[in-house]
Structures are given as structure tokens and as C-alpha cells.
């Protein structure tokens, strides 16, 4: 995957002076590209999903110039907090944990619900092995429950594992199970949602505070004339709307 690495203290020098003077600055957005529909790279080799759509939206009425990275997910906040990107746009849910080490942004979702995937319909859930992506809500939930976590560095992964009988069954957001469940006869999702967490949101460095609200500013004027429902209509058909 592609990355782009600059020193923090480089970053923080370059970002003040961009920001005081106000000369034109290239906004990284930072996303995994592996958690569709939200975010997934195309035939082409681009990121694509409802997320993309909705960056290159939120730039455009934000009058920023942006650029996308992919990153993988378990070092997805470090990598921002050291001023690999600028943003966060991956899924991710707003939560306290998160929110002691990065700020968030108005949520752009509103709580998406967890969802099991698996082969049988009669899957323990309550107490079998319960696969899901490393440092994600659906793995601290399943960590305070009785059943058994095993992690996965990616979401493909925790899929396989129910596939091949590692795990007996996945959770995950039920709205990316979804479309594995439709693609693929050998799997079905489980009549047991699970709200957990909160709706998602951009992650931003606490210390930017001009970048948040511009982005604010844009998510709130997308809600308000309807442009994120249509969004939200299109790649998250089964989402609640704002």
C-alpha cells in the first residue's frame, strides 16, 4: 500500500505555516481500502466506496485540494498522529478510546449496527469463537463477552477464518457482512444485531483545529441540503438517514 512518510516535527512546521499564511496545502486522506462499500481500491488500482465520494465532496466545499493514502488498519490513528495523513475516513466510529489520542469530526453515519456472519445458521455467538478486525468496537465486544476473540489484521481475514472453520462466526459492520453474505451461497448473516459505538466520523490531530472545522462546516452543509442521505441512499441502502 501506499504511504507517504514525514517526519512529525517536519509536518507540524510545514502544516503551522501552511495554515498561518494561507497558502494553498494538499490535504492527505488517509483510508484503509479494504472495507467496502465504505472504502475499497477499484479495477483501476483507486480508492473508491462511499467514503471516497464523500472526501472528494467534503474537499470540494471545504475549497481544500486533497489526496488519498491507504493505510492499513491497525496503525491507521498512529500514522495519523504522526503526520503520515491528515485525515482519517475509514469507517472508523466515533469512540471515547479513540477520542483520548485524536479528535473527530461532526459523524457523517449515524450508528451502523454489527451484524454475525456465518455457515450455519445455529453459529454460537454467545460462547463459540467469534472472529473479528484487530482494534475495532466489534473486537472489544466480543473480548467482554463469554465467547472466544480471535483477531485479524484485516477484514478478509476474519471472513477466512469463518470459511475455514477457524472461527464460527465474524462480526463485523453488518452493512460491509452484508454484501459477503449476498456474493457468496456458502455464508449467511445471523438474525442477531448487535449497536455498538457510535456513528463514524473523520479523524483529525487534536492539535488541528482549522482543518476540523472546515470539514464540519462541510459535513453539516451536505446534511442540511440533503447531498449525505443521497450518499448514504446509494452505498448504505440499509443505514437510518440523518
Not at 516535527?9 to 462499500?37: N, Q, S, V, W
Not at 488519498?68 to 496503525?75: F, H, K
Not at 462466526?169 to 452493512?175: E, H, M, T
Not at 483529525?204 to 441512499?233: H, P, Q, V
Request: net charge negative.
Amino acid at each position: 500500500m501506499k504511504s507517504i512518510i514525514l517526519t512529525t516535527a517536519a509536518f507540524a512546521l510545514t502544516a503551522g505555516m501552511a495554515m498561518a499564511d494561507g497558502h494553498a496545502k494538499t490535504i492527505r486522506m488517509g483510508t484503509e481500502g479494504a472495507y467496502p462499500p465504505y472504502n475499497f481500491i477499484n479495477d483501476a488500482g483507486e480508492v473508491d466506496g462511499f467514503e471516497r465520494e464523500l472526501g472528494d465532496e467534503l474537499c470540494k466545499r471545504a475549497e481544500l485540494t486533497c489526496e488519498w493514502v491507504t493505510n492499513e488498519w491497525d496503525s491507521i490513528i498512529p500514522n495519523l498522529v504522526s503526520g503520515n495523513y491528515d485525515v482519517i475516513i475509514a469507517g472508523m466510529s466515533v469512540t471515547d478510546e479513540r477520542d483520548e489520542v485524536i479528535d473527530f469530526s461532526e459523524q457523517y453515519t449515524l450508528p451502523d449496527p454489527s451484524g454475525y456472519l456465518a455457515t450455519s445458521a445455529d453459529a454460537d455467538v454467545d460462547n463459540g469463537v467469534i472472529a473479528a478486525q484487530a482494534n475495532t468496537i466489534q473486537a472489544s465486544h466480543i473480548a467482554a463477552s463469554s465467547a472466544t476473540l480471535v483477531e485479524f489484521a484485516t477484514p478478509e481475514e476474519t471472513v477466512a477464518a469463518v470459511k475455514n472453520g477457524e472461527a464460527d462466526a465474524v462480526l463485523a459492520d453488518k452493512s460491509f457482512l452484508l454484501e459477503i453474505a449476498n456474493a457468496d451461497a456458502d455464508l449467511m448473516m445471523l438474525e442477531k444485531d448487535v449497536m455498538i459505538g457510535g456513528g463514524i466520523g473523520l479523524g483529525i490531530r487534536e492539535s488541528d483545529t482549522e482543518l476540523k472545522e472546515k470539514f464540519n462546516a462541510a459535513i453539516i452543509s451536505m446534511k442540511e441540503d440533503g447531498s449525505l442521505n443521497e450518499l448514504i441512499g446509494k452505498w448504505l441502502p440499509e443505514l437510518a438517514q440523518f
